[in-house]
T-cell receptor
Framework: DADVTQTPRNRITKTGKRIMLECSQT?????MYWYRQDPGLGLRLIYY???????NKGEISDGYSVSRQAQAKFSLSLESAIPNQTALYFC?????????????????FGPGTRLTVL | AQKVTQAQTEISVVEKEDVTLDCVYE???????LFWYKQPPSGELVFLIR??????QNEISGRYSWNFQKSTSSFNFTITASQVVDSAVYFC?????????????FGQGTTLQVKP
């Protein structure tokens, strides 16, 4: 079984609808992230969470909200979907690797959710 | 501000050719990490490598090699004797180290097509 799963994998919705994308992980990581990928723009960070009680905005959080229901679950919601939110959405997880000034983490990504807003 | 630039949007080679994917980064931090990810046609993102800013040794893993040069702020990726299975989008990414680690800044990606 995959370590990071995303549901649904594909979704077509209409403008104005509320939609939720879900992410689950079995890696035991504390940190979780949501990104969107657009052609020619790479991946951009929407929200991230370093533990269950921690939620932070990323580069492009407008129009999105998140919920960290448990260590293993991190959901992304579009309250009122619009066509320019059509994109490929990725969830990622990581754990802090403590090394003093070189503290870091490596993010592992889910398979992605392709969202189309008509 | 941090920034990653992959100037090559698309590269097409014939199988067995060597190919280098360029990555140039900008950061004011002295401690940082650089990453490469592969996105095959199936869509998932696969982690390939991570390097910290103090380690400029080149890395080789099979047909893959990475050249990190702080003097030119570059972290280039070379595939030797390319194969059709190497066809994918490749992303370079940058992250701060230390207390602000966790946020990846991605380049735009380079689409590599390897033709038989």
């Amino acid at each position: 079984d995959a370590d990071v799963t995303q549901t649904p994998r594909n979704r077509i919705t209409k403008t104005g609808k509320r939609i939720m994308l879900e992410c689950s992980q079995t890696k035991g990581h504390d940190r979780m992230y949501w990104y969107r990928q657009d052609p020619g723009l790479g991946l951009r960070l929407i929200y991230y969470s370093f533990d269950v009680k921690d939620i932070n905005k990323g580069e492009i959080s407008d129009g999105y909200s998140v919920s960290r229901q448990a260590q293993a679950k991190f959901s992304l919601s579009l309250e009122s979907a619009i066509p320019n939110q059509t994109a490929l959405y990725f969830c990622a997880t990581s754990d802090l690797e403590v090394a003093g000034v070189l503290d870091t983490d490596t993010q592992y990504f889910g398979p992605g959710t392709r969202l189309t807003v008509l | 501000a941090q920034k990653v630039t992959q100037a090559q949007t698309e590269i097409s080679v014939v199988e067995k050719e060597d190919v280098t994917l360029d990555c140039v980064y900008e950061t004011r931090d002295t401690t940082y990490y650089l990453f490469w990810y592969k996105q095959p046609p199936s869509g998932e993102l696969v982690f390939l490598i991570r390097r910290n800013s103090f380690d400029e040794q080149n890395e080789i893993s099979g047909r893959y090699s990475w050249n990190f040069q702080k003097s030119t702020s570059s972290f280039n990726f070379t595939i030797t004797a390319s194969q059709v299975v190497d066809s994918a989008v490749y992303f370079c990414a940058l992250s701060e180290a230390g207390g602000n680690t966790g946020k990846l800044i991605f380049g735009q990606g380079t689409t590599l097509q390897v033709k038989p």
